[in-house]
């Protein structure tokens, strides 16, 4: 069984919501995360699903979203704080995400992220733009133009800025990253 699968099997999403101060009720249910939630719309149990918004997943995924760090600093959060015993290669452990080194950790992936997606942007802007001004846009002829140039500004950031500005990314669009990491894979996948 993989390292992933056993965490998966070891911590419901909701020990994990209560763990990281979510309400949770008799039925399971609390108010999502994710989107701008009134009333509890999120069922949490071995995954969790949002009837709200549609965000869904396993309890990876879940501590993923919800601090914004990448699927294997989630599994190595929640071994820690359920004090599940890891046996990993390599470096140790990072600590709390405030240190140093975890936002140097952060900003290496999310620069990978970004990066592949600015690719993907490139893409679809050259290849799916209109023929003629009577043709429908493409979706993602219309994505690109839209968020070429604030992907390409949050790179530079992350390339050039200041630690405090690399911070500010992590605090603002750490969501966002995961988000198009997770979209990423998708097409990756099909
Ligand atoms: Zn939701």
């Not at 452990?93 to 999310?110: G, I, K, Y």
């Not at 500004?153 to 750490?174: A, N, V």
């Amino acid at each position: 069984m993989s390292y992933f699968q056993s965490l998966k099997d070891s911590i419901t999403c909701r020990d994990a919501a209560e763990q990281y101060g979510l309400e949770v009720n008799a039925a399971g249910m609390a108010r999502c995360p994710f989107h701008e939630d009134r009333h509890p719309s999120l069922k949490l149990g071995w995954g969790f699903h949002c009837f709200g918004c549609g965000a869904h997943g396993d309890v990876i995924s879940f501590v993923s979203r919800l601090f914004g760090i990448s699927a294997g600093d989630a599994a190595q959060k929640l071994a820690r704080n359920f004090g599940i015993p890891v046996h990993l290669r390599g470096p140790p452990a990072p600590l709390a995400l405030d240190s140093a080194s975890d936002l140097e950790r952060w900003v290496t992936f999310a620069k990978t992220v970004l990066h592949r997606y600015y690719d993907m942007l490139v893409t679809w802007k050259q290849e799916l733009q209109p023929a003629s001004p009577e043709e429908s846009w493409h979706p993602l002829f219309v994505e690109a133009l839209q968020r070429q140039a604030d992907i390409r500004e949050l790179i530079h950031i992350l390339e050039f800025g200041s630690k405090q500005e690399q911070q500010e990314i992590y605090t603002h669009y750490r969501k966002t990253v995961i988000t198009i990491d997770e979209r990423i894979r998708g097409y990756e996948h099909t």
